[in-house]
């Protein structure tokens, strides 16, 4: 069965900084999507990604699919206090019928 | 606010009791999908629903059943409850199968 890893666990980061966390997975990705979770809170969703290669932006987030879509990563430039949170990858399984979810990464970021 | 809700917010019962979990998807999302989420397991598929009709399955114990209504809303039966039971039910739906899907704000579940 597929899983997704995702690195770091958990991260802080202080505000202004860069950041990258990472979600790799044991088989080919057929749709791979990042959300973000407030703890206690449901999932928004922020991009999905598709296509080996495809890179994706929103406001200051922006997430990558690499060629052989095995693994993507979200890059968060200039962090503020609002990205706090925890970041989950989740991918189609092979069937389109369901999302399985990576561990998640919680990020902190101090002001 | 993703347009999917779900009722109720937080519950508390005990074990060997049943309960049910609520949820309306979007307007015009005809798929809808129940997941759990734990410290423990993280985020675990449960089964989904695509226009009334059960569509896959997955981690769901036989304790646990689930269906969709003609009106598209969907309800999750938890039954002979166990404090393993606790844990944040997520609704989520979409338009399609395999399309984004969207995320309620969950039910908290504790089971004492």
């Known amino acids: 069965s597929q899983e997704l890893e995702q690195s770091p666990q958990s991260l802080i980061v202080q505000e202004g900084k860069n950041l990258t966390i990472n979600c790799t997975s044991s088989k080919t990705l057929y749709g791979l999507y990042w959300y973000k979770q407030k703890y206690g809170e449901g999932l928004i969703f922020l991009m999905m990604l598709q296509k080996g290669g495809e890179e994706k932006s929103h406001e200051k987030i922006t997430a990558k699919l690499d060629e052989k879509k095995q693994q993507s990563s979200l890059h968060i430039t200039a962090s503020q206090p609002s990205h706090a949170g925890i970041y989950l990858c989740?991918?189609?399984?092979?069937?389109?019928?369901?999302?399985?979810f990576g561990k998640g990464t919680t990020l902190s970021v101090s002001s | 606010d993703s347009g999917v809700t779900q009722t109720p917010k937080h519950l508390i019962t005990a074990t060997g009791q049943r309960v049910t979990l609520r949820c309306s998807p979007r307007?015009?999302?005809?798929?809808v999908y129940w997941y759990q989420q734990s410290l423990d397991q993280g985020l675990q598929f449960l089964i989904h629903?695509?226009?009334?009709?059960?569509?896959a399955k997955g981690n769901i114990l036989e304790r646990f059943s689930a269906q969709q209504f003609p009106d598209l809303h969907s309800e999750l039966n938890l039954s002979s409850l166990e404090l393993g039971d606790s844990a944040l039910y997520f609704c989520a739906s979409s338009v399609d199968t395999a399309k984004t899907q969207y995320f309620g704000p969950g039910t908290r579940l504790l089971v004492l």
């Open positions: 989740g991918a189609d399984n092979q069937a389109g019928t369901a999302l399985i």
């Open positions: 307007s015009g999302d005809l798929s």
């Open positions: 629903y695509y226009n009334g009709e059960e569509r």
